[in-house]
């Protein structure tokens, strides 16, 4: 099965960045962390601090699967309910 990658962006809304930005950190361990987890970088752009560039690589379909579901159901996916994703999905 072929590796997924998810690349793109995030924009943060103001009132809610420094939220976000705290539970970035946990996010990220958590996301490395899973089984299937190639590379998971969100990056805060030094142009617009509202903007996080991010990439993502997973071994498969199900491992890339497996990490929505967390997603939606962790505290990251609650805190950035109001952020909006920029996304491509190659497979």
Same mark, same amino acid.
């Given at each position: 099965?072929?590796?997924?990658?998810? $690349?793109?962006?995030?924009? =943060?809304?103001?009132?809610?960045?420094? *939220? =976000? $930005?705290?539970?970035l *950190?946990?996010? $990220?361990?958590?996301?490395?962390?899973?089984?299937?987890?190639?590379?998971?970088? *969100?990056?805060? !752009? !030094?142009?617009?601090?509202?903007?996080?560039? =991010?990439?993502?690589?997973?071994?498969? /379909?199900?491992?890339?699967?497996?990490?929505?579901? /967390?997603? $939606?159901?962790?505290?990251?996916?609650?805190?950035?309910?109001? =952020?909006? /994703?920029?996304?491509?999905i190659?497979?």
């Amino acid at each position: 099965m072929p590796k997924v990658i998810l $690349k793109g962006f995030i924009i =943060v809304p103001e009132s809610e960045l420094e *939220v =976000v $930005k705290s539970e970035l *950190v946990n996010h $990220k361990r958590l996301t490395l962390e899973e089984p299937g987890c190639i590379t998971f970088d *969100v990056i805060e !752009s !030094s142009k617009n601090p509202l903007r996080f560039d =991010v990439y993502e690589e997973f071994r498969d /379909r199900s491992a890339f699967e497996h990490h929505q579901v /967390r997603v $939606k159901e962790s505290l990251w996916g609650k805190v950035t309910v109001n =952020v909006e /994703r920029h996304y491509e999905i190659l497979e």
